[in-house]
């Protein structure tokens, strides 16, 4: 199902700031190289995030997921002097392009970049957390989300991507196991009086979570 009009896409584009150079390099390989270039956030919701990060201006963040690095750079927008990102991805290979990126863009001694199951990883991390933003595997979400939210600062935001997942949770009988994961996420939170949110229709869905 088709959920963003090619046009519209681009005309969104046309009205949205650049991206930076290095947010354009990555964006540029990352579509000519990764088999899964389409789980790149993009244009138009990497300014979205950079926009948000710099409303919250968080002291610290949490990523799960890293994929390229793209989002992560977007997050480190409204970084707040003297703050961290946290930045987890599974996949090794992905790691290494990411940490090219960092590198490149002279950000190290803001990122910190963790390779592995995030499961494992998040409870040792120990920190208090501005913004989360989750976009890894989808059967996961529910567990990233419980593992995260105790840690978020009252008033903190979770962001949650692919919650339309290609538009499958809008089909009335819901066939994968992805698109499921993903009804049972936003059913979870929308259930959750810890929290407030909003389903931004923005690419693949964004679920932005207030902690109260």
Known sequence: MELVNDIAEQY????????????????????????????????????????????????TVLEIGTFTGFSALCLLQGLQPGGTLHTIELREEDAATAKKYFDKANV??????????????????????????????????????????PQVKSGGFIIADNVLFHGEVLQENLKGKNAKAIQAFNEHVAKDSRVEQVLLTVRDGLLLVRKL
């Open 12 to 59: 969104a584009k046309q009205f949205s700031s650049p991206l930076n150079g290095i947010l354009q390099e990555i964006e540029d390989f990352t579509m000519q190289h990764h088999p899964h270039a389409h789980m790149l956030s993009g244009h138009v919701q990497g300014k979205v995030l950079e926009m948000i990060s710099c409303m919250i201006s968080p002291k």
């Open 108 to 149: 190290t001694d803001k990122v910190i970049l963790h390779i592995g199951d995030a499961i494992a990883l998040i409870p040792g991390l120990h920190q208090q957390w501005d913004l989360v933003f989750i976009d890894a595997d989808k059967t996961g979400y529910i567990d990233y989300y419980e593992l995260t939210l």
